[in-house]
């Protein structure tokens, strides 16, 4: 069954911090990797979009990498500002028909404290 | 400047009420996506059209139709509306198919559906 699976569900770090989210997923075959921010009351907006054969990809303070053998994301986040608190998701999209599907993690749920 | 809009922002209605929620993308995009977003806050896709055309179906009540008057638009109407249909509805473009290599989904503000 494909899954996307996202820890932690929820987290709490002060402002200058750094953190590390991660992206746990099964689907296959395997076609891209996106991370999304969410801030409250707005639509999701896209942060990274990862292939099969790229390992990091890196927007501003925003740093993905992937490791597709293990089916492993990760989004370290550099130096933390009160405005990146925000839900993170993690989306992974197939290669099993000519559009693919995508595939939902159920966020992480950032709070940077001043 | 917009680039994906929805109206309304916010809709309350009565359980059994017929509603729509109209979506507009002005960056010439050619597939656009109706997502559900619980109060879990889990995004779920129920509908993708690419040039006018159905091409995602999720599993979604036929109580739920779709309609893209143009490539430009695709409303969500929704028939005899239930508690259940409570949520937040976004709808997104992209230039092509969203899921295929780096086609970047724009998402619009959100449409919160309160059903009493």
């Known amino acids: 069954k494909n899954q996307v699976e996202q820890s932690p569900q929820s987290l709490i770090i002060l402002e200058g911090k750094n953190c590390t989210l991660q992206c746990n997923y099964t689907v296959s075959p395997f076609s891209n990797l996106r991370w999304y921010k969410q801030d409250t009351g707005r639509g999701p907006v896209s942060l990274t979009i990862m292939t099969f054969s790229e390992n990091t990809k890196s927007n501003g303070r925003y740093t993905a990498t992937l490791d597709a053998d293990t089916k492993q994301s990760s989004l370290h986040i550099t130096a933390s500002q009160l405005s990146d608190s925000a839900s993170y998701i993690c989306?992974?999209?197939?290669?099993?028909?000519?559009?693919?599907?995508?595939?939902f993690g159920r966020g992480t749920q950032l709070t940077v404290w001043p | 400047d917009t680039a994906v809009s929805q109206t309304p922002k916010y809709l309350v209605t009565q359980m059994g009420n017929d509603k729509s929620i109209k979506c507009e993308q002005n960056l010439g995009h050619d597939t656009m996506y109706w997502y559900k977003q619980d109060s879990k806050k889990f995004l779920k896709i129920m509908f993708s059209?690419?040039?006018?055309?159905?091409?995602i179906n999720e599993t979604v009540p036929n109580r739920f139709s779709p309609k893209s008057p143009d490539k430009a638009h695709l409303n969500l109407h929704i028939n005899s509306l239930e508690l259940g249909d409570s949520a937040v509805y976004f709808c997104?473009?992209?230039?092509?198919?969203?899921?295929?290599?780096?086609?970047?989904?724009?998402f619009g503000p959100g449409t919160r559906l309160t059903v009493l």
């Open positions: 989306v992974v999209s197939d290669r099993g028909s000519t559009l693919g599907r995508l595939y």
């Open positions: 997104a473009s992209s230039q092509k198919s969203g899921t295929r290599k780096r086609d970047t989904q724009y």
């Open positions: 059209y690419n040039n006018k055309e159905l091409i």
